[in-house]
């Protein structure tokens, strides 16, 4: 067995947090990235576990060191996956990144470090399905839905550059096909690349 490193991406409301909180649930050998940001904590987010809050300074000292995998503005604050954070969580278990096609490119280019890294691309069964699954989640405005939904289609286009894509039409199935990618995987060794 290998501890590996899973990149997760899939359009907003596709269900990736719901199909990785069941992944943890069932697998002790799986952890899940914590990343760095510069916005404030929301109420009921605690350091360490939603995110490592920092300052701009902080981060951006981060940034000079080398201290990430990948990272980006979202909404005038800055968003990062630390490097040093992965490594360490790595000695212990398999990791699942939860990142955009933008931050997987970027992980992608650092297998000399981690030997091979798994990008999982999960994609809805249709659009419509999509679409119903973010109203249904009550998170989304009417501006935010669009936004959303306007870049499905950037996102699928993607779709090559990923080791695998996961549709998650029945819930039960989609877990069982990433526990096997996931089982595959951590089975299998870097020589073999
Ligand atoms: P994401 O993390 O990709 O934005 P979520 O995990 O929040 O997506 O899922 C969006 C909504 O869709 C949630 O309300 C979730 O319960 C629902 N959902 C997720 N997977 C499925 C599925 N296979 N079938 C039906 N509903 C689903
Ligand atoms: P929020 O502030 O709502 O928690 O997250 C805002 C956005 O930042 C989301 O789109 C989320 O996916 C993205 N994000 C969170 N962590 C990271 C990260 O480590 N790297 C990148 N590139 N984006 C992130």
Same mark, same amino acid.
């Given at each position: 067995?290998?501890?590996?490193?899973?990149?997760?991406?899939?359009?907003?409301?596709?269900?990736?947090?719901?199909?990785?909180?069941?992944?943890?649930?069932?697998?002790?050998?799986?952890?899940?990235?914590?990343?760095?940001?510069?916005?404030?904590?929301?109420?009921?987010?605690?350091?360490?576990?939603?995110?490592?809050?920092?300052?701009?300074?902080?981060?951006?000292?981060?940034?000079?060191?080398?201290?990430?995998?990948?990272?980006?503005?979202?909404?005038?604050?800055?968003?990062?996956?630390?490097?040093?954070?992965?490594?360490?969580?790595?000695?212990?278990?398999?990791?699942?990144?939860?990142?955009?096609?933008?931050?997987?490119?970027?992980?992608?280019?650092?297998?000399?470090?981690?030997?091979?890294?798994?990008?999982?691309?999960?994609?809805?069964?249709?659009? $419509? &399905? /999509? +679409?119903? =699954? *973010?109203?249904?989640?009550?998170? !989304?405005?009417? $501006? &935010? /839905? +669009?936004? =959303? *939904?306007?870049?499905?289609?950037? !996102?699928?286009?993607?779709?090559? +550059?990923?080791?695998?894509?996961?549709?998650?039409?029945?819930?039960?199935?989609?877990?069982?096909?990433?526990?096997?990618?996931?089982?595959?995987?951590?089975?299998?060794?870097?020589?073999?690349?």
């Amino acid at each position: 067995m290998k501890n590996r490193l899973f990149v997760i991406s899939g359009p907003a409301g596709v269900g990736k947090g719901t199909l990785v909180k069941l992944l943890l649930q069932e697998d002790p050998a799986l952890t899940l990235s914590v990343s760095c940001t510069t916005r404030a904590p929301r109420k009921g987010e605690v350091q360490g576990r939603e995110y490592f809050f920092l300052t701009k300074e902080g981060f951006q000292d981060r940034i000079d060191s080398g201290d990430f995998l990948e990272w980006d503005e979202h909404f005038g604050n800055f968003y990062g996956t630390p490097k040093s954070f992965v490594l360490e969580q790595l000695e212990e278990k398999s990791i699942i990144l939860e990142i955009d096609v933008a931050g997987a490119r970027q992980v992608k280019q650092h297998e000399a470090d981690f030997g091979r890294i798994v990008l999982i691309m999960i994609v809805p069964p249709d659009m $419509e &399905t /999509l +679409k119903s =699954r *973010l109203v249904g989640r009550g998170s !989304e405005t009417e $501006e &935010t /839905l +669009k936004n =959303r *939904l306007a870049r499905v289609e950037y !996102e699928y286009a993607q779709k090559d +550059k990923y080791d695998y894509v996961v549709v998650n039409d029945n819930l039960e199935e989609a877990k069982r096909t990433l526990q096997n990618i996931i089982l595959q995987e951590t089975n299998r060794g870097d020589k073999h690349d």
